[in-house]
C-alpha cells in the first residue's frame, strides 16, 4: 500500500483570504482572521479519514476529495452548506481501496489521482470531475512496490504526472501528461538507478519548467532533482541535492521565478538549497537556525493570490499556534537572481556609485557645517 501522510492545507484565494484544511477524527476547515487567529472550525465530513486531498480553482472554489471508513472515494466542494458528498468510487472489497488521493486544476475541470491495490499491483488511476460529472476510473500506471507515493502538478492547461514503475527489473522514472480534455498522453520516461523508497514531489507553472523532487526515507539515501521538459519531453540528468550525511529532515520542493529549491527542514535548523535553471548544480546552501517553540510542520500550500504569482510549492515548512507564520521569506532567499544579464549588472553599479557619490556629499556638506 502506498504512503500517505495527513498533510494540513493551507490555501490563500486571489483577495488573499487564507484557509486551513485539516483532519482529526475527521475533516475540518477555518478560516485565518484579521489578526493572525484561527476562526471557529467548520465540519467538513465526519467520515473522512486522514487520506483526503485539497485543491482551489481558478475561481477560488475550494474542493476537497477524501476516503472514508467505508473504503469510498468522495468528492466535496469544501464551501458548500452541508451538501452531501459526490461518491467518486465504491470500494467495499478488502485491499482495494483507493489511497493517497490527489487533486489538481487544470482547465475547466477537477483531476482526482489514487492508488488502487489489485492483484498486487499498485495502480495509478484517474478520474476527471466536469460541469458536475465525472468519468470512469482510467489506470495511467503501475507504481513500483516500495515507491511512497506519485506526484501530480498543473500547468494551468495540462496536468502532470510523475511516478516510479518498473519494467524487466528496470527501475524508471515516468511522466504523464493529462491535456485539457482529460485525455492521457503517451508517456515518457527515464532509468532511475536509485532506490525506490523515495517520496515525489513536482512544481510548475504556466509556460514555466517541471521540477521533480525524489526524498529518500532511509538514512543512507540521497535526495534527487529532476528537471523535465514537456517540449523535448526528456528528463534531466538527477542532481543530487542532498547527500546521506545531510542531516535528515523533511524535504520540500519550491519554485520562485522558475528557478528551484529545495528547503531541509530539520530539528533545530534548515537548510535552502538553491539550484539553477537547469538543475544541474547547487548554486548555494543556506542554513537558518529554528527558534520557535512550535517545530514548523510539513503542509501543502495552495495560493491564487496575485504576491504569489512567481511562487510555487509542492509541500512547505508552515508554522501553527494561535495563528500562522512562515519560518522564512521564501521570495528572498529563494529568490532566481542567480544569473543578472550585463545590462541590469551595468545598472546596479551606476546606482551604488551615484548613492557613494551621494553619501560622499552629505559628508562634506557636515564637515563644512561643523567647521569652527
Not at 32 to 40: I, M
Not at 90 to 105: K, Q
Not at 147 to 168: M, P, R, V, Y
Not at 228 to 255: H, Q
Request: with cysteine.
Amino acid at each position: 500500500m502506498p504512503y500517505f501522510e495527513s498533510l494540513r492545507h493551507v490555501v490563500k484565494n486571489s483577495m488573499g483570504v487564507t484557509y486551513c484544511i485539516w483532519y482529526k477524527n475527521g475533516l475540518f476547515m477555518s478560516m485565518l482572521e484579521s489578526d493572525n487567529h484561527w476562526g471557529p472550525p467548520f465540519l467538513l465530513s465526519e467520515n473522512a479519514t486522514p487520506d483526503f486531498s485539497v485543491s482551489i480553482g481558478q475561481d477560488d472554489t475550494i474542493r476537497s476529495s477524501f476516503v472514508d471508513y467505508a473504503g469510498r472515494l468522495l468528492f466535496v466542494q469544501a464551501c458548500e452548506e452541508r451538501k452531501e458528498p459526490v461518491v467518486l468510487l465504491e470500494s467495499r472489497i478488502v485491499g482495494s481501496a483507493p489511497y493517497s488521493v490527489v487533486l489538481s486544476e487544470s482547465k475547466n475541470a477537477t483531476n482526482v489521482f489514487y492508488v488502487v491495490s489489485h492483484n498486487r499491483k499498485q495502480l495509478l488511476t484517474y478520474q476527471r470531475i466536469e460541469n458536475g460529472s465525472f468519468t470512469m476510473p482510467e489506470v495511467e500506471g503501475v507504481i513500483v512496490r516500495g515507491c511512497e507515493n506519485f506526484s501530480a502538478c498543473s500547468d494551468g492547461s495540462s496536468t502532470h504526472l510523475f511516478f516510479l514503475t518498473e519494467i524487466q527489473d528496470v527501475n524508471l522514472i515516468v511522466h504523464r501528461r493529462i491535456n485539457s480534455e482529460g485525455k492521457a498522453m503517451k508517456p515518457n520516461s527515464a532509468p532511475f538507478p536509485h532506490k525506490v523508497s523515495k517520496r515525489l514531489q513536482s512544481v510548475t507553472g504556466k509556460g514555466k519548467p517541471i521540477y521533480v523532487l525524489l526524498s529518500g526515507g532511509e538514512d543512507d539515501e540521497s535526495t534527487l532533482l529532476y528537471r523535465f521538459d514537456p517540449e523535448t519531453n526528456r528528463f534531466s540528468k538527477g542532481l543530487e541535492v542532498f547527500n546521506p550525511s545531510t542531516p535528515r529532515g523533511f524535504d520540500s520542493l519550491i519554485m520562485v521565478d522558475n528557478y528551484p529549491s529545495v528547503v531541509r527542514t530539520c530539528n533545530s535548523h534548515m537548510l535552502l538549497a538553491r539550484v539553477n535553471a537547469d538543475a544541474s548544480s547547487v548554486l548555494a546552501e543556506t542554513k537558518f537556525d529554528l527558534t520557535t517553540t512550535n517545530p514548523p510542520l510539513r503542509c501543502g500550500y495552495l495560493s491564487n493570490y496575485k504576491d504569489d504569482i512567481n511562487f510555487a510549492c509542492a509541500d512547505l515548512p508552515i508554522i501553527f499556534g494561535s495563528g500562522l507564520r512562515f519560518p522564512l521569506d521564501w521570495r528572498t532567499y529563494a529568490s532566481g537572481k542567480f544569473e543578472k544579464s550585463n545590462d541590469e549588472k551595468d545598472l546596479l553599479q551606476g546606482r551604488i556609485k551615484e548613492l557613494e557619490g551621494r553619501v560622499e556629499f552629505l559628508e562634506n556638506t557636515l564637515r563644512e557645517m561643523l567647521r569652527p
